[in-house]
């Protein structure tokens, strides 16, 4: 999924699937992370509801010349699959495409 950073922070969720492809329950709740807080940050909204957005940016660089693109990012979902006394853990990956916003001025440079 491709993410402006100017973007707001939009809902995360999953559908826990088992091995035929029917969905699965899964206790408790599912914990999102994302590989790069800096580029896409994983927060929650005013419900309580998990979502992703632009992080602060403090290291991420310019924005690919020719793609736009500041980062690719993996956002993660684990939850515990065992619906038991035990623990097992299952997990489910997505891609967030943090790319340049529109744009809102330029700088004019000389020589």
């Known amino acids: 999924m491709n993410m402006k950073d100017d973007a707001t922070p939009i809902g995360v969720s ?5 091995k035929h492809g029917h969905t699965a329950q899964v206790q408790g709740d599912t914990v999102f992370t994302s590989d790069n807080e800096d580029a896409v940050v994983v927060g929650v909204d005013e419900n309580g509801k998990p979502t992703v957005g632009p992080g602060p940016m403090t ?3 310019e924005p690919d010349p020719v793609t736009g693109v500041i980062a ?3 956002i993660t979902a684990m939850a ?7 623990t097992r853990v299952v997990s489910a990956v997505g891609a967030v495409v943090l790319i340049a916003g529109d744009a809102v001025t330029g700088e004019v440079t000389f020589g």
């Open 80 to 86: 515990d699959a065992d619906l038991g006394e035990g």
């Open 14 to 18: 999953v559908k826990w699937k088992d």
């Open 59 to 61: 290291a991420t660089g």
């Open 72 to 74: 690719t990012v993996t």
